[in-house]
């Protein structure tokens, strides 16, 4: 576990030393001024941080907490391409430092060296930002938007964040840069279907790595004795639910797994079918009978032995995806990350910079502040962090200073911001918690 002077000494190199050398590396700074790199990031992030809608005065009067005084017109006037680039390099450093909370006290869990969850999201940008981030489609041409995919994986255990890592918003998830990230033997990966790759599942297989997803509608399933099944004719023709047996997924790649399946109650099957409905609509692509037909179905494939996990576990754990969905959720409604109050396009790049690295400074701050709580509320937790984001500004000159800020958050956030059990309807750490009861 990462301790909260770590932290501190963390966001002190990360949000100073490496600011100002960014800065210098990039041309925002060619020469002495009273904002430098350090001074620049500081103020946007935390004046994002304390208020994603900040206007100019209000990030001038950041800059002052941060011991500058700058107008807000002479702020607006560093939003230029090299400020961009500036916030970029600090925030790929931030990444790359791994700070780890306490592990939950949820047992099932721990036999797994690790459980990450990942997914993407993306942020569209204004058209004259492709040169930089280039958006959906198959050219480059007038007329093409400009987006940036944003794509996290979090271990669920310890808590560290691999992520935000960025793309051009056209890049397929399955080809994306995370797939590159290698897992640890023992561990579990679960994530979205856009990540779909039996390249990636076999390798991460042959490192000793496990894999729990959803099946993509249309996977050859092969069975034992190497006959091809249509999957929707065979989980009609089962008499027994659940079903749960070995298969080798497509006769290219013949790799071994197992298919857990279960059947839905017919309303959850009715919302499935609207859903698929109304996504088909919207991206103006028919919808087969087939998929629809599937949707009564829960279907899971996985390389975990039954031993390991059994399907009622399976069809637990695949919930606990929905939480990187939660994290994505959070930093658009709360942190604004894909909103902004200008037209100008390097200015606009530089806030979604800003707010992504605050949004880092953010997670570390949860982890070593109640990462061990299985009923966490992110949500409570970046409200109070959001009330002490300027005292985080005036502290960073000082790592005593910084270390008794974070000291403060960490008890507030101990204090309080939790979920409230459910009786009915479970919530997933509820579900999780049950596990621990099973062998």
Same mark, same amino acid.
């Given at each position: 576990m990462t301790s909260i002077r770590q932290v501190g000494q963390a966001m002190q190199r990360i949000l100073s030393e490496e600011a100002d050398k960014a800065a210098r590396t990039t041309g925002f700074v060619q020469r002495e001024s009273k904002m430098g790199g350090a001074e620049f990031v500081q103020t946007l992030?935390?004046?994002?941080?304390?208020?994603?809608?900040?206007?100019? +005065?209000?990030?001038?009067?950041?800059?002052?907490?941060?011991?500058?005084? =700058?107008?807000?017109?002479?702020? @607006?006037?560093?939003?230029?391409?090299?400020?961009?680039?500036?916030?970029? *390099?600090?925030?790929?450093?931030?990444?790359?430092?791994?700070?780890?909370g306490e592990t939950p006290e949820i047992s099932f869990l721990k036999r797994f060296t690790g459980v990450y969850i990942q997914d993407s999201t993306i942020i569209e940008l204004p058209e004259e930002l492709k040169s930089v981030w280039s958006g959906c489609g198959n050219s480059a041409g007038a007329g093409q938007?400009?987006?940036?995919?944003?794509?996290?994986?979090?271990?669920?255990?310890?808590?560290?964040?691999?992520?935000?890592?960025?793309?051009?918003?056209?890049?397929? !998830?399955?080809?994306?840069? =995370?797939?590159?990230?290698? /897992?640890? $033997?023992?561990?579990?990966?679960?994530? @979205?279907?856009?990540?779909?790759? &039996?390249?990636?599942?076999?390798?991460?297989?042959?490192?000793?790595?496990?894999?729990?997803?959803?099946?993509?509608?249309?996977?050859?399933?092969? *069975?034992?004795?190497?006959?091809?099944? @249509? &999957? /929707? !004719?065979?989980?009609? $023709?089962?008499?027994?639910?659940?079903? !749960?047996?070995?298969i080798r997924l497509t006769a290219q790649h013949r790799l071994p797994a197992r298919l857990l399946a279960v059947r839905v109650p017919q309303e959850v099957a009715d919302q499935r079918r609207r859903k698929l409905r109304e996504e088909a609509q919207r991206r103006g692509k028919p919808l087969s009978s087939r998929r629809l037909a599937l949707a009564d179905w829960t279907?899971?494939?996985?390389?975990?032995?039954?031993?390991?996990?059994?399907?009622?576990?399976?069809?637990?754990?695949? #919930?606990?995806?929905?939480?990187?969905? /939660? /994290?994505?959720?959070?930093?658009?409604?709360?942190? #604004?990350? @894909? +909103?902004?109050? *200008?037209?100008?396009?390097?200015?606009?790049?530089?806030e979604v910079y800003a707010k992504l690295l605050a949004m880092v400074v953010q997670h570390w701050l949860f982890l070593i502040g109640f990462w061990h709580f299985a009923n966490r509320s992110l949500f409570k937790a970046a409200c109070t962090i959001q009330h002490h984001a300027l005292l985080l500004a005036c502290s960073c000159a000082s790592l005593d200073a910084l270390t008794t800020a974070i000291t403060i958050i960490q008890r507030c956030l101990t204090a309080g911001c939790r979920i409230n059990k459910r009786k009915t309807d479970l919530r997933s750490f509820q579900l999780l918690f049950s596990l621990n009861e099973e062998p």
């Open positions: 992030v935390f004046g994002w941080m304390s208020n994603p809608q900040a206007t100019l +005065e209000e990030l001038a009067q950041t800059a002052a907490s941060v011991g500058v005084a =700058i107008t807000a017109q002479g702020l @607006d006037q560093r939003f230029t391409e090299a400020g961009a680039a500036c916030l970029k *390099s600090v925030l790929e450093q931030a990444v790359s430092q791994l700070v780890q938007p400009s987006s940036v995919k944003v794509e996290v994986r979090l271990n669920m255990l310890q808590g560290e964040m691999i992520g935000p890592l960025l793309e051009n918003g056209r890049v397929n !998830d399955a080809v994306s840069q =995370i797939q590159m990230v290698t /897992l640890p $033997a023992g561990s579990l990966s679960i994530a @979205d279907l856009g990540y779909w790759s &039996l390249t990636e599942m076999s390798r991460q297989a042959e490192r000793g790595a496990f894999w729990l997803s959803r099946i993509q509608s249309t996977a050859k399933v092969i *069975s034992e004795d190497d006959q091809v099944w @249509d &999957l /929707l !004719d065979f989980l009609q $023709a089962q008499p027994n639910q659940p079903i !749960d047996c070995s279907i899971l494939v996985t390389n975990l032995p039954a031993e390991m996990l059994s399907v009622r576990q399976a069809m637990i754990l695949i #919930r606990v995806r929905w939480q990187v969905e /939660l /994290l994505f959720k959070l930093w658009k409604s709360h942190a #604004r990350i @894909d +909103e902004w109050r *200008s037209t100008k396009p390097w200015r606009i790049l530089i």
